[in-house]
């Protein structure tokens, strides 16, 4: 009993450290609406400030993080000033992808700086210092020291928003940022302030941060995860619900680690999940607005429908619901959404032309004078020069070294992940940074599927992208809950569930990995015949077969991307895109569409997943599951090469390739060249390297746009009377 | 003396041109009125001249000074204040601290203070604590026009500050702008309310799709003239 007390009061107190970690990004987020997915890095950029002016100066850590407080106070107010401020908008994805890149910056500077080694601030004396209080049951003089921190900066930061002059301009400009500018309020000032402050937070989150437990350059992810779910749990806008939902989650951990040691993490964000499914609009919500989405019709009924229980309901219609889905895309595919397009072709030249009384009265009688049209000429030549290319592709094993075979399998997985991650964020507005999930997944269950069942390898790729969609079906009900950047992280601790999930099975190898037997991988369906084809051993037999799915993936992909956002559905994820609102209005589902292209989405991404882990042979949960491999360079790709675009992609995972022959040795450096060259991209050249020069010389190979063109030889317009 | 002139202001949203080359003058201690049709671009001309939109520097002059294209705090530092339409209140700040808010970047001291403020619109006095949404609506317009009065205008802006409310509420609001006047800021409002805009201006310009269609004393326009410039042929 008594040890359950103390667990429990631990968690309490690990839930302030918490509280800590979330109060800075709920500030951010809660004045500017921007979140910073660098938040956790910052902590730990934080700390090793405070290691340095600790070593440097050779004083105690307390007296380090008030020095340091200051120079974090300038570095945030010169970050937002001069960086975060420009990406500021209506659209969520450039503060997210910029936030991104300086996550990896940070990481991998610090790595070059600090090296890998594990650090941690010792504080001397107070460390050992425990206050018992009876009964057996004790707490640490630092444990205390942080919930009292977290208290007191809650405190401290409610005066300031509430009950300061300041904190009035903060939340005007919060509220109507147009309108604070009229009340003679420097939006970007106060900005920059908001950030200064909560990087004065973010060093006495820091400083507690370094005393309790060992830090490293890569822990900050995982601290942006937990004041992620602080704050969701807690309540936008409520900073003592911030407080609880920390609490909640050291609770949690706390006690996942006393029944098990492994389960620790895994406990807190399983609690938060069922924290959001429960409750998505927070347990202690402060203000009107909540983030987690009450508001869709559609979701909250399908909430509804979880949380009274009624999964079983709930699968019939989901599988229903897809194969429908499945079948009416076929079909839609196979028409080739031709009615479909002339039909909705002729209603937005009805809205749109301007001059539409003219062009009602000449319509009579000539309807045929204008048609609509989706290709453009250089679309037609490229058509047939992409056929050739195809071809070329096919055929290249027959003359290709096996190292360009293997690169290009690299290159044609990468630019299948980017094709879908692109659909995803560049065309459903769902911005992912969690596809690691749905790869990891797919790659396990192919392990699973030829190792313990038998499959055959070929077969079990397609098994194993419908498996990911059945996967991703229950996750998207609870991501779905969050919108926009709340959306990415909570994508993102889904798929940290997945990877400690999976590295739970001991017959899948635990956290260590497993490797796939050479029986399975040397008796894929076909390679007899490949090795007698092309006269090769069995190895490189291997990399063929794999090869050409590649291929066949990608190719299926770019089709599969072009043949959706030409039909109608495309026209919907546009709108949706575009205004959400307008799109539900002219009776777009929004929820159906969204939750459609995710589970697609995910399901290929399951299958290019499986196929990368058939070449790779080996699996491990962290590098199944890796957010940088599988998320962040997809990211680069999609966003280098142009976003909201089917070129982009193409043109980013070539730019990608490049760049990894010539500088991946560069390691640290390498990787914070690429986090910069996605900011500055994203800053100079939103659209990217295909936006670029679509826009200045009118390219487009993927014609999707619908153009009104004039029929030739038609009649000429009658004279306006 | 001229308060507030714009010389050939044009304004643009993107590649749609939505005002064309306005002259317009305030005196000071007058009260104008712009009246026109939806989209006839009143609003538009309001928000060019406080700063929202883009403007030439030499197209918007207040007392001799050219100001247009300055940021929008910038302007309102110099003495034009803003009431914008469909009141926009801060929802997070009490009444008092959407008064006080007003006064954020107020040089020196001006005529309009708390007191005064709750002396011209009493009924906020006892609300003064209350959360802005909860108000009424011609609550909160006296708010929005007393946050744009503390920051002491010389020019003050109300665009359509009769917007849905009632005929009783309208005429008390519209029964505070002497006062207002009296305190020595010269006034213009954006009406759709020909009546009302009529009866409260000194002069009345009437805008048709972006363009100046008449310009005038309320008692010399006859009806005829109006419904012309108005509503166009």
């Known amino acids: ?721 | 003396m001229i308060l507030l002139e714009t010389r050939c202001l044009s304004a643009f949203y993107g590649d749609f041109q939505a005002l064309y080359g306005i002259d317009l003058k305030l005196e000071e201690g007058e009260t104008i009125a712009i009246i026109g049709a939806n989209g006839a671009g009143k609003s538009t001309f309001l928000k060019t001249v406080v700063g929202l939109l883009a403007a030439e520097h030499e197209s918007v002059i207040l007392a001799g000074r050219p100001i247009g294209g300055l940021p929008a705090a910038e302007i309102v530092r110099a003495g034009v204040s803003l009431v914008p339409e469909g009141r926009r209140l801060f929802p997070s700040l009490s009444v008092e601290e959407n008064l006080l808010i007003g006064a954020y970047r107020r040089l020196g001291s001006g005529y309009w203070t708390l007191p005064r403020v709750y002396d011209l619109f009493p009924a906020l006095q006892a609300r003064r604590h209350f959360p802005s949404h909860a108000l009424s609506g011609g609550e909160q317009q006296m708010t929005a026009i007393g946050r744009a009065l503390m920051a002491n205008p010389r020019v003050l802006l109300c665009d359509e500050i009769s917007l849905g409310l009632a005929p009783v509420v309208v005429r008390s609001i519209y029964a505070a702008l002497p006062r207002i006047k009296e305190s020595g800021a010269g006034i213009i409002v954006v009406e759709q309310d020909i009546v009302q805009a009529l009866d409260a201006a000194n002069r009345v310009y009437c805008f048709q799709e972006g363009r100046m269609s008449l310009e005038g004393r309320p008692g010399e326009l006859s009806r005829d003239q109006i419904h012309l410039a108005y509503f166009g042929a």
């Open chain 1, 1 to 721: 009993m008594t040890a359950w007390v103390n667990t429990l009061l631990q968690g309490v107190m690990l839930g302030g450290l918490y509280a800590l970690f979330a109060a800075g990004l709920s500030l951010v987020f809660g004045i500017m609406r921007l979140v910073n997915l660098a938040h956790g890095d910052f902590i730990v950029l934080a700390a090793f400030v405070i290691l340095a002016l600790m070593q440097t100066l050779a004083i105690d850590p307390f007296l380090a993080t008030l020095l340091a407080a200051p120079l974090l106070f300038g570095l945030g107010y010169g970050l937002q000033n001069q960086l975060l401020n420009r990406t500021l908008d209506k659209d969520i994805l450039p503060p997210l992808l910029v936030t991104f890149g300086l996550s990896i910056i940070i990481q991998n500077g610090l790595l070059e700086v600090f090296s890998a080694d594990s650090r941690r601030l010792r504080a001397g004396a107070i460390e050992t210092v425990s206050i018992p209080l009876g009964g057996g049951i004790a707490v640490g003089a630092t444990q205390l020291l942080t919930l009292a921190s977290a208290i007191g900066v809650i405190l401290i930061l409610n005066y300031l928003i509430h009950r300061t002059e300041i904190g009035r301009a903060f939340r005007a400009t919060s509220d109507d940022p147009e309108v604070a500018r009229l009340m003679g309020i420097d939006s970007g000032r106060i900005f920059s302030l908001v950030t200064a402050v909560a990087m004065v937070v973010i060093a006495v989150a820091a400083l507690h941060l370094g005393i309790r437990a060992n830090f490293d350059p890569t822990v900050g992810p995982a601290r942006l995860l937990y004041a992620f779910e602080a704050v969701i749990i807690g309540g936008l806008g409520s900073l003592w619900g911030t407080l609880a939902g920390g609490i909640l989650i050291g609770a949690a951990q706390a006690i996942g680690a006393k029944i098990n040691p492994e389960w620790q993490i895994l406990a807190g964000h399983l609690a938060f999940l069922a924290a959001l499914v429960l409750r998505p609009q927070g347990l202690f919500v402060g203000r009107r607005e909540a983030v987690a989405e009450p508001r869709a019709g559609s979701c909250t009924r399908w909430c509804a429908r979880l949380r009274a229980g009624t999964i079983a309901h709930l699968a019939r219609c989901g599988a229903e619901w897809v194969g429908r889905l499945v079948s009416r895309a076929w079909m839609s595919a196979l028409r080739c959404a031709r009615e479909n397009l002339a039909l909705l072709g002729r209603a937005a030249i009805r809205s749109s032309l301007p001059a539409r009384s003219a062009f009602e009265r000449s319509k009579v009688g000539d309807e045929e004078r204008f048609r609509v049209e989706v290709g453009t000429r250089s679309s037609r030549h490229l058509a047939v020069a992409a056929v050739g290319v195809g071809a070329l592709l096919v055929a290249l094993p027959a003359f290709a070294s096996r190292d360009l075979i293997n690169d290009l399998i690299f290159v044609l997985t990468m630019l299948a992940l980017a094709q879908f991650w692109n659909l995803l964020a560049g065309y459903a507005g769902l911005v992912s940074v969690g596809q690691q999930a749905f790869v990891g997944m797919g790659g396990y269950l192919l392990f699973a599927s030829t190792i313990h069942l038998g499959i055959d390898a070929l077969i079990a790729i397609p098994l194993c992208g419908l498996l990911v969609g059945a996967i991703a079906l229950p996750t998207a009900l609870i991501v779905f809950r969050l919108r926009g950047a709340y959306f990415a992280i909570g994508t993102w601790v889904m798929a940290e569930v997945y990877r400690l999930v999976i590295a739970q099975f001991k017959e899948l190898g635990g956290g260590t990995g497993m490797s796939l037997p050479v029986s399975v991988t040397n008796q894929v369906a076909g390679i007899e015949w490949v090795k007698a084809l092309f006269d090769v051993r069995t190895s490189a037999a291997r990399d063929i077969i794999t090869y050409w799915l590649a291929l066949t993936l990608a190719i299926g992909t770019i089709a599969l991307v072009y043949l959706i956002l030409r039909s109608r559905h495309g026209l919907a994820l546009a709108a949706i895109r575009d205004s959400e609102d307008a799109a539900e209005s002219v009776g777009v589902n929004n929820f159906k569409t969204k939750l459609w292209v995710y589970v697609v989405t995910a399901a290929a991404t399951g299958m290019v997943g499986a196929l990368m882990y058939l070449q790779k042979a080996r699996i491990s949960p962290d590098a199944a599951f890796s957010v940088l491999d599988w998320t962040a360079y997809v990211i680069f790709i999609v966003v280098i090469g142009g976003i909201g675009t089917i070129e982009g992609p193409i043109v980013g995972v070539l730019l990608f390739y490049v760049l990894q022959v010539n500088l991946a040795h560069f390691g640290t450096w390498y990787l914070m060249l690429l986090g910069l060259f996605a900011i500055l991209v994203m800053l100079f050249a939103p659209k990217g390297i295909w936006g670029y020069l679509s826009q200045r010389y009118g390219l487009a190979l993927f014609p999707i746009r619908r153009r009104l063109v004039e029929r030739m030889g038609a009649t000429p317009p009658r004279p306006d009377t």
